[in-house]
C-alpha cells in the first residue's frame, strides 16, 4: 500500500507523511507516501485538494474556504480518498481517518500519542463528510511556555481539530521570558534571560511550523497605544523614562493629568479626539502589515485596562466604544488595501464592552471580525446559565466609572448588545485555561466551557480563541481535549469520557474518574466568579476527607500503568493529589481566622511545585500556579 499525495503543499505532505508513520506503526508493514498528479485506483490512499478529486468525491461546499474546513473521506473502488477544501483540513482529515482505527492524541508531545495495532489498514466503507462546528477553533499563546512545548502544541491542534494560532504582541517575548528567565522557581537552575532578537526568533520557529500545517495565524493584539507612542510594546512592564512632548499631548487626560496609565504603556489609553493620536494608530498597525504578510488576522486592540479613557472636553463627547469605531473606520479600508487577505480582529474588552451608541462601524470592506473577550465573567456557571445573575435592566456606566460584570446574564446582555453593532463573522476569546490556575485546578472545567461552546454559538459567536497556558493538561488534559473535540464538532457524551480516560490511564481508568468526579462533587462548584477561596469549612472537610479515601486507590492505580502513557497520566494525578493536600488545609484555615496557619500550607505548596516541577513541565504551568499562590500570600 502507498499513501498517495496529490499536492505538494506542506500540510498536504505532512498529512501523507503522517498517515505512513503512524498505518505503519499500526500494522508493523512498511508504508510509503509519495506525490503523483492524479488519481490511479488500486489498493491505496489518495489525498489531496476536493477540486483535484471531484469527479470521485463530489463537490464539499463552504462559505470560504480559506477560513473554514471540511473534508470527505471516501470508499472508491478499492482504493481511499481523503479530500479537503483546504490543505488544512486534508491534514485534519488524515487524522480523523487515524482516529476512525482507533488511533487518538490525547495532549500535545509524543507521549500523548496511542496508535493500536492494527491486522491491516481498512479502506472499505467510508463514506465521511464533515465540516467544522466551528468555524474559529484556536489557541493563543500565555503563560511560560518553552518553544518545545508551544510546538508540541501545535503539532497536536491539527489532530484535534484546531485551526488557529496566536501570538500576542508584535513579539511574544515577555511569554517566552516567563519560562526561559525562571524567576519564580529558585530551584530551577538553567536560567537564561533572553534578547529581543532572541524572542523574535522563537516566534518565527512558531511561525513555520503553523505555516507548515496550513493553520491560520493570529498575531499582536496588545501593544498598538505603546508602539503609537514609540514607547516598548511587548509587555507589560512599567518605563522608567520621561514621556516626550509630543507624547505627553497624546495620551489620556484622567483626573487632569496626561500620563502614563500605572506606569506602563501598554495600559495607557490614548486620546483619540487627537487625529494625531489616531493618526498615529493607524500607521504603526499599516506598517506592521504590510511587514507581516504571513498574518491572516491582525489583531487591533486598545489598552489593556479599565477607567483610564481620556477625560477632555473632546474625548468626552463620545463613549471609548465610539472611539474606537471612529479608529475601525479609519483603519479597515486602509487595511484591506495594504493587505487585502488580511482580516482585522477588534474587541469587546473591558472599556469596550458596551456597543457604540453613535458611530456605526463601516463593515463595507468585509475584513472586519468581532471578537467578545469576558475577562471578568464566572466559570462557576455555564456562560448561558440563567442562574449567574438576575434579569434586571443593564445600565451604561458613565465615564471611567465602568464596573466589570461579574454575572455572566450581564455578559450575555452586553454580547447580545452588539450583535446589531458587529460583522456575521466572529468568535469569542475567553479564558478557560487561565482561569483554572485560581480554583486549585477545577475538575468541572470540560463540561463548562463545552456547554459555553454551545451558548456561544446560540447567541451567533462562530467560534473560540483559547487565551490559555500552553500546558494546561493537569491534573488531566480531558478538559482542554474536550474543549478542541467539541469545537470541531464531537458529542461530549458518557462513552467519548470513557474512550478518552481509557486511552490514558488504562484498565484502572475507572479509578481515576472516580477519584476526579469525586473531588469535584466534594468540592462543588465556587460560590461565583473567581471566589474560589471562599466558602464554609464543611466544603474543605469534605475534600479532605475524599482526598483521604483516595490516597491508597490512587497509589494502586499508578501501580497498573503498562505504557508510558499511563506512567505519565498517574503520577500527575497522584501529584495532583499531593498538591491539594496543601492547598485545601490552607482554605480551612483561611476560613477559620488561622491566617499564619494558611500561609505556611501555601508556602509549603509552592515549595513542593518548584521542586517537583521537572516532573510536571509539561503538563502543568508552574509559573502561573506560584504566581497565583503568591498573590494569596499578599
Known amino acids: 500500500m502507498t499513501v498517495w499525495m496529490l499536492d505538494s503543499h506542506p500540510a498536504i505532505m505532512r498529512a501523507g507523511g503522517e498517515l505512513a508513520r503512524c498505518l505503519s506503526q499500526m500494522t508493523g508493514k512498511k508504508i510509503a507516501a509519495q506525490v503523483r498528479d492524479g488519481f490511479n485506483g488500486g489498493p491505496d490512499l489518495y489525498i489531496g485538494p476536493v477540486e483535484k478529486l471531484e469527479s470521485y468525491v463530489g463537490t464539499l461546499q463552504v462559505e470560504d474556504p480559506r477560513w473554514d474546513d471540511a473534508y470527505r473521506i471516501a470508499s472508491v473502488e478499492e482504493s481511499l480518498v481523503i479530500a479537503g477544501v483546504n490543505a488544512r483540513s486534508i491534514l485534519i482529515g488524515a487524522y480523523e481517518y487515524l482516529r476512525s482505527l482507533g488511533a487518538e492524541w490525547l495532549w500535545p508531545g509524543a507521549d500523548g500519542e496511542r496508535l493500536p495495532r492494527i ?120 518605563y522608567e523614562g520621561a514621556l516626550s512632548e509630543c507624547a505627553s499631548r497624546l495620551v489620556a487626560e484622567v483626573d487632569g493629568h496626561r500620563e502614563l496609565w500605572r506606569g506602563c504603556p501598554n495600559l495607557t489609553e490614548l486620546c483619540y479626539s487627537n487625529p494625531e493620536a489616531r493618526r498615529r494608530m493607524v500607521e504603526v498597525v499599516l506598517e506592521y502589515a504590510a511587514a507581516h504578510p504571513e498574518v491572516d488576522m491582525l489583531h487591533f486592540w486598545l489598552a489593556d485596562s479599565v477607567n483610564n479613557n481620556c477625560e477632555c472636553g473632546d474625548c468626552r463627547r463620545l463613549s471609548a466604544s465610539d472611539w474606537y469605531a471612529i479608529l475601525l473606520n479609519e483603519l479597515s479600508p486602509r487595511l484591506k488595501r ?49 442562574a449567574c ?174 505504557s508510558k502513557t499511563e506512567e ?26 488561622r491566617f499564619d496557619e494558611a500561609r505556611t500550607c501555601l508556602q509549603a505548596a509552592q515549595e513542593f511545585l518548584q521542586e517537583t516541577e521537572r516532573e510536571t513541565a509539561p503538563a502543568l504551568d508552574t509559573f502561573l500556579l506560584l504566581q497565583h499562590l503568591e498573590s494569596q500570600l499578599q
Open 389 to 562: 445573575g438576575t434579569d434586571g435592566e443593564l445600565v451604561q456606566p458613565g465615564l471611567n466609572k465602568l464596573s466589570l460584570p461579574s454575572d455572566n446574564q450581564d455578559n450575555c446582555k452586553l454580547l447580545d448588545l452588539w450583535r446589531s453593532a458587529r460583522p456575521q463573522d466572529s468568535f469569542a476569546f475567553d479564558y478557560h485555561f487561565l482561569a483554572t490556575w485560581h480554583d486549585h485546578l477545577a475538575v468541572r472545567l470540560a463540561q463548562v466551557v463545552a456547554d459555553d461552546i454551545t451558548d456561544y454559538a446560540e447567541r451567533g459567536i462562530h467560534g473560540l480563541m483559547n487565551c490559555a497556558s500552553q500546558r494546561a493538561f493537569y491534573p488531566s488534559a480531558w478538559p482542554f481535549w474536550a474543549m478542541a473535540r467539541r469545537l470541531w464538532g464531537q458529542a461530549l457524551d458518557g462513552e467519548t469520557k470513557a474512550r478518552y480516560f481509557a486511552g490514558a490511564y488504562g484498565d484502572n481508568a475507572g479509578a481515576a474518574v472516580t477519584f476526579l468526579d469525586g473531588l469535584a462533587e466534594a468540592a462543588g462548584s465556587p460560590l461565583h466568579g473567581r471566589s474560589w477561596w471562599d466558602g464554609d469549612t464543611g466544603r474543605a472537610d469534605r475534600v479532605l476527607a475524599w482526598l483521604g479515601r483516595q490516597r491508597v486507590a490512587l497509589r494502586e492505580g499508578a501501580a497498573t500503568a503498562r
Open 119 to 238: 491486522a491491516e489498514v481498512t479502506t472499505h466503507g467510508f463514506q465521511v463528510t464533515h465540516l467544522a462546528a466551528s468555524r474559529h477553533r484556536g489557541v493563543c499563546i500565555e503563560g511560560a511556555p518553552a518553544l518545545e512545548h508551544v510546538l508540541d502544541m501545535v503539532d497536536w491542534m491539527p489532530r484535534v481539530g484546531l485551526n488557529s494560532y496566536f501570538l500576542q504582541f508584535q513579539v511574544s517575548s515577555c511569554f517566552w521570558r516567563n519560562w526561559y528567565g525562571h524567576e519564580l522557581n529558585p530551584r530551577w537552575s538553567e536560567r537564561k534571560q533572553l534578547s529581543d532578537d532572541e524572542c523574535a526568533e522563537l516566534d518565527e520557529a512558531v511561525i513555520r511550523a503553523v505555516k507548515e500545517r496550513g493553520l491560520l495565524l493570529h498575531r499582536v493584539g496588545h501593544g498598538w497605544t505603546a508602539a503609537a507612542l514609540g514607547l516598548p510594546a511587548n509587555g507589560w512592564e512599567s
Open 338 to 386: 495594504t493587505a487585502p487577505q488580511m482580516k482585522l480582529a477588534f474587541l469587546a474588552y473591558l472599556n469596550t464592552l458596551w456597543p457604540p451608541g453613535q458611530v456605526r462601524l463601516d463593515l463595507s470592506s468585509g475584513n472586519l471580525v468581532y471578537m467578545f473577550a469576558p475577562i471578568s465573567r464566572c466559570y462557576g456557571h455555564r456562560l448561558g446559565d440563567p
Open 568 to 593: 505519565r497520566c498517574w503520577k500527575l494525578l497522584v501529584h495532583y493529589h499531593r498538591l491539594l493536600e496543601y492547598l485545601w488545609p490552607a482554605v480551612k484555615a483561611r476560613r477559620t481566622g
